[in-house]
């Protein structure tokens, strides 16, 4: 199972395109996104972030932000279903808007 944190990070990271901007969106430091990047890409075994100025996904990171991204729309459906807050900024659910 992959860690939510991780995934944002990741979905932050290729949204921004830096990694200093990954961590603004989550209101984390960039040390928390680096290592979170880090466990996850130890987790899937590969690279998944080309770390070039923007930040470009590998092919298993584009991948894996395709599902990253498919998992944030639901959890909003689902809060939206239930009447919770649908914020998206990393200070509600932790996923950058």
Do not use: K, N, Y
């Not at 998944?48 to 959890?75: D, K, W, Y």
């Amino acid at each position: 199972m992959f860690d939510p944190s991780q995934l944002a990070a990741l979905s932050a990271i290729l949204r921004a395109g830096s990694f200093e901007r990954a961590a603004q969106m989550l209101h984390v430091t960039q040390s928390a996104i680096s290592q979170r990047l880090r466990q996850l890409e130890e987790q899937v075994g590969t690279s998944l972030v080309i770390r070039s100025q923007p930040c470009r996904a590998t092919e298993a990171g584009e991948r894996l932000f395709r599902h990253a991204e498919e998992v944030r729309l639901l959890e909003q459906g689902v809060r939206r279903d239930l009447g919770l807050s649908t914020q998206t900024a990393g200070d509600a659910d932790g996923w950058p808007t």
